[in-house]
Nanobody, 125 residues
Framework: QVQMAESGGDMVQTGGSLRLSCRVSGIPFDNLAMGWFRQAPGKEREWVSCTNWNGQTKNYPPAVHGRFTISRDNKMNMIFLQMNDLKSEDTAMYYC??????????????????WGLGTQVTVSA
């Protein structure tokens, strides 16, 4: 059974930083493309970042490009999301996602095969 456990969500002030983590178990990690999505109350789920199996491909939408950095540690079966210069519009539940397509970079919900339960990020003024 695939399990994905996020951590690191918190409440921070505008301009602050957070580092989210996600540990994956139950499936060979280096077979997985990984990513992060988020969903704010009353809004649609939004793609935040993605990376392929070896971390050499990384993509971000314009809203977070230059502020967020995705990384992975295939020995620890973990991915991370470093978030800097946080803004109020970054407030959301953040979900770790995976797809058993190692060379892919999941950007659409339809690309995702596995979802974590989420970790809450709240950015206050």
């Amino acid at each position: 059974q695939v399990q994905m456990a996020e951590s690191g969500g918190d409440m921070v002030q505008t301009g602050g930083s957070l580092r989210l983590s996600c540990r994956v178990s139950g499936i060979p990690f280096d077979n997985l493309a990984m990513g992060w999505f988020r969903q704010a109350p009353g809004k649609e789920r939004e793609w935040v970042s993605c990376t392929n199996w070896n971390g050499q491909t990384k993509n971000y939408p314009p809203a977070v490009h230059g502020r967020f950095t995705i990384s992975r540690d295939n020995k620890m079966n973990m991915i991370f999301l470093q978030m800097n210069d946080l803004k109020s519009e970054d407030t959301a539940m953040y979900y770790c996602v995976a797809a058993a397509k190692p060379w892919w970079c999941p950007r659409e919900s339809s690309d995702v095969e596995y979802w974590g339960l989420g970790t809450q990020v709240t950015v206050s003024a």
